[in-house]
């Protein structure tokens, strides 16, 4: 299925020279590789036919460069294999593993939301430049290994608030639900929002179906988790609550036990993500001792 | 700059076979091509596995008829077809800006500079979202397709949604193969902007018979055509 079989390319415009170590992903777009640049050592390559959608993904990820959860990205530049002409660009290489294994892996419920509200944090902040990061999933979202922060990839999916959502998958979507259109508005990005924080807590991922919204809240009841956060789950897939930040400010008010309290994380937040997320590396390297599977984005 | 291409006129092929009766679907698609129409091809895969000259028709297809082909299982095949709406709409697009770059500076897209390439990227975009669309779906109801019918039938309905969203008008048509006794390609629904009646049209299809890719292209493509004749003065 991938389509680059030869071992090393060079850049038709900018001569970046890269040995193709290993296909590392693909997506409704593109392919990843692992690469290796002359000089900056091991990066990641998307490469597609598509000159359209890798211009428009490098220039956004360009424009917010500074963001600490966004990849830093090298040149967008052609390569010619057989005739055939093929984009690409290079990332930085993030090795660690998505959201998935930490979706399967069996953490405090306490530890899981910490997590999302991480994730939550981001995607409001990607929110207030006005877009919508419609494909938010599992394997979009990567926990670096290195310094154990989280990070995303694939920024294909950003659209424009009010701009039809191109780019989704459908246990994300509030469309395949029927709870909505497929728009790209804020309570588009709640609703996917919830649908993680859903399928962090259960464990697992669910099929969506019209009108199957209320047999995936049973499953959430069946699996002991407090009902103040499954009525707050509720509230946001109804759309009752809307925006990244209100949805944000009701979970931290939500007393996870009795004694130990969420976290208020302002002015400390830095600290505080490292903490939670290095604890959450050194649980999951205890839980599984087998080796990380690397790579950005396998699906 | 692109005045005279004021409609994009698409057909997309939805099958899971090969085409088995009347004219050869590479000829029919190439046509459609000389008439200004891009044809695409989505092969569904079954679980059974398709033989692979299945899937060398449909390249054939869409390559003769300038458009895109992918595969898909059945589960994927809403956001295949989306996806590949898309993209074939983009594509056209791509193709006819490039053409027009080269006749007024001997140059294409790909022989601009990368890092120069977004505004020709953000021109094509916003005027993809506000063009007019004629949209053929040309759909397999053939035997093989009983199990898949309903689900095609679904996503037909996800798409025309979709289509609504843009900003340009879209205009919808289905042809389903084969057609009624014993004639190739059935107009199930002629071009239309309205749901439901897209949906009536789809209520009816049923699968049965053989697979006459090729006189359905020709069907689809009249369709077009004939759609744009009264209307030819308008875009003049």
Same mark, same amino acid.
């Given at each position: 299925?991938?389509?680059?079989?030869?071992?090393?390319?060079?850049?038709?415009?900018?001569?970046?020279?890269?040995?193709?170590?290993?296909?590392?992903?693909?997506?409704?777009?593109?392919?990843?590789?692992?690469?290796?640049?002359?000089?900056?050592?091991?990066?990641?390559?998307?490469?597609?036919?598509?000159?359209?959608?890798?211009?428009?993904?490098?220039?956004?990820?360009?424009?917010?460069?500074?963001?600490?959860?966004?990849?830093?990205?090298?040149?967008?530049?052609?390569?010619?294999?057989?005739?055939?002409?093929?984009?690409?660009?290079?990332?930085?290489?993030?090795?660690?593993?998505?959201?998935?294994?930490?979706?399967?892996?069996?953490?405090?419920?306490?530890?899981?939301?910490?997590?999302?509200?991480?994730?939550?944090?981001?995607?409001?902040?990607?929110?207030?430049?006005?877009?919508?990061?419609?494909?938010?999933?599992?394997?979009?979202?990567?926990?670096?290994?290195?310094?154990?922060?989280?990070?995303?990839?694939?920024?294909?999916?950003?659209?424009?608030?009010?701009?039809?959502?191109?780019?989704?998958?459908?246990?994300?979507?509030?469309?395949?639900?029927?709870?909505?259109?497929?728009?790209?508005?804020?309570?588009?990005?709640?609703?996917?929002?919830?649908?993680?924080?859903?399928?962090?807590?259960?464990?697992?991922?669910?099929?969506?179906?019209?009108?199957?919204?209320?047999?995936?809240?049973?499953?959430?009841?069946?699996? @002991?988790?407090?009902?103040?956060?499954?009525?707050?789950?509720?509230?946001?897939?109804?759309?009752?609550?809307?925006?990244?930040?209100?949805?944000?400010?009701?979970?931290? @008010?939500?007393?996870?036990?009795?004694?130990?309290?969420?976290?208020?994380?302002?002015?400390?937040?830095?600290?505080?993500?490292?903490?939670?997320?290095?604890?959450?590396?050194?649980?999951?390297?205890?839980?599984?001792?087998?080796?990380?599977?690397?790579?950005?984005?396998?699906? | 700059?692109?005045?005279?291409?004021?409609?994009?006129?698409?057909?997309?092929?939805?099958?899971?076979?090969?085409?088995?009766?009347?004219?050869?679907?590479?000829?029919?698609?190439?046509?459609? %091509?000389?008439?200004?129409?891009?044809?695409?091809?989505?092969?569904?895969?079954?679980?059974? =596995?398709?033989?692979? =000259?299945? *899937?060398?028709?449909?390249?054939?297809?869409?390559?003769?008829?300038?458009?895109?082909?992918?595969?898909?299982?059945?589960?994927?095949? =809403?956001?295949?077809?989306?996806?590949?709406?898309?993209?074939?709409?983009?594509?056209?697009?791509?193709?006819? *800006?490039? %053409?027009?770059?080269?006749?007024?500076?001997?140059?294409?897209?790909?022989?601009?500079?990368?890092?120069?390439?977004?505004?020709?990227?953000?021109?094509?975009?916003?005027?993809?979202?506000?063009?007019?669309?004629?949209?053929?779906?040309?759909?397999?109801?053939?035997?093989?397709?009983?199990?898949?019918?309903?689900?095609? %039938?679904?996503?037909?309905?996800?798409?025309?949604?979709?289509?609504?969203?843009? %900003? =340009?008008?879209?205009?919808?048509?289905?042809?389903?193969?084969?057609?009624?006794?014993?004639?190739?390609?059935?107009?199930?629904?002629?071009?239309?902007?309205?749901?439901?009646?897209?949906?009536?049209?789809?209520?009816?299809?049923?699968?049965?018979?053989?697979?006459?890719?090729?006189?359905?292209?020709?069907?689809?493509?009249?369709?077009?055509?004939?759609?744009?004749?009264?209307?030819?003065?308008?875009?003049?």
């Amino acid at each position: 299925m991938y389509s680059v079989k030869c071992k090393e390319i060079i850049g038709r415009w900018y001569k970046g020279k890269y040995k193709i170590i290993k296909p590392i992903g693909s997506g409704g777009v593109g392919e990843i590789y692992l690469a290796n640049h002359e000089h900056r050592g091991l990066v990641a390559l998307k490469v597609t036919k598509s000159m359209m959608s890798i211009t428009k993904e490098y220039d956004v990820m360009k424009r917010y460069e500074g963001k600490d959860y966004i990849p830093k990205v090298y040149e967008l530049d052609d390569f010619e294999i057989h005739g055939e002409i093929y984009h690409y660009f290079a990332m930085e290489y993030i090795k660690g593993y998505n959201l998935t294994k930490v979706m399967k892996d069996s953490l405090p419920l306490k530890l899981k939301i910490d997590i999302f509200i991480i994730i939550l944090q981001i995607i409001a902040d990607i929110n207030d430049e006005g877009l919508i990061y419609s494909d938010l999933k599992h394997e979009n979202i990567m926990v670096d290994e290195r310094n154990l922060t989280i990070r995303l990839v694939d920024f294909g999916s950003l659209t424009q608030f009010g701009k039809g959502v191109k780019e989704y998958t459908p246990l994300y979507d509030r469309c395949s639900w029927g709870l909505g259109d497929r728009v790209a508005d804020i309570s588009y990005q709640t609703f996917s929002a919830a649908i993680l924080l859903m399928t962090l807590l259960i464990g697992r991922k669910l099929t969506p179906d019209k009108d199957k919204i209320k047999s995936a809240m049973d499953i959430l009841k069946k699996d @002991n988790i407090p009902k103040t956060l499954i009525d707050l789950i509720e509230k946001v897939l109804k759309g009752d609550i809307i925006g990244c930040r209100v949805f944000l400010k009701n979970l931290r @008010n939500i007393d996870l036990s009795e004694k130990d309290k969420v976290f208020g994380i302002d002015s400390w937040l830095d600290s505080i993500i490292a903490i939670l997320v290095f604890l959450l590396g050194f649980m999951l390297m205890k839980l599984n001792e087998t080796s990380f599977r690397g790579g950005i984005n396998p699906r | 700059m692109i005045q005279e291409y004021g409609v994009i006129r698409q057909m997309i092929i939805i099958t899971d076979g090969r085409s088995n009766i009347g004219v050869s679907p590479i000829e029919a698609a190439s046509k459609a %091509k000389e008439m200004g129409i891009t044809v695409s091809a989505i092969g569904i895969i079954d679980s059974e =596995g398709n033989e692979e =000259g299945d *899937v060398m028709e449909i390249e054939a297809i869409s390559k003769a008829g300038g458009g895109l082909c992918d595969y898909c299982y059945p589960k994927d095949l =809403g956001l295949t077809l989306q996806a590949m709406t898309q993209k074939t709409v983009n594509h056209t697009l791509e193709c006819i *800006v490039s %053409k027009q770059l080269k006749s007024i500076v001997g140059q294409d897209i790909t022989s601009i500079e990368p890092k120069s390439r977004m505004r020709v990227v953000e021109f094509i975009e916003n005027y993809g979202e506000r063009v007019d669309l004629l949209y053929a779906i040309v759909l397999d109801t053939s035997k093989s397709m009983t199990n898949k019918l309903e689900l095609a %039938k679904n996503c037909v309905v996800d798409l025309m949604e979709a289509l609504n969203n843009r %900003k =340009g008008i879209s205009r919808v048509a289905l042809v389903s193969y084969p057609g009624d006794i014993g004639s190739t390609a059935n107009v199930a629904c002629e071009f239309t902007t309205e749901m439901h009646i897209l949906e009536k049209g789809l209520k009816a299809l049923k699968a049965y018979g053989g697979t006459p890719t090729g006189p359905a292209i020709e069907t689809a493509a009249g369709l077009i055509i004939e759609y744009e004749a009264p209307a030819q003065a308008h875009y003049v």
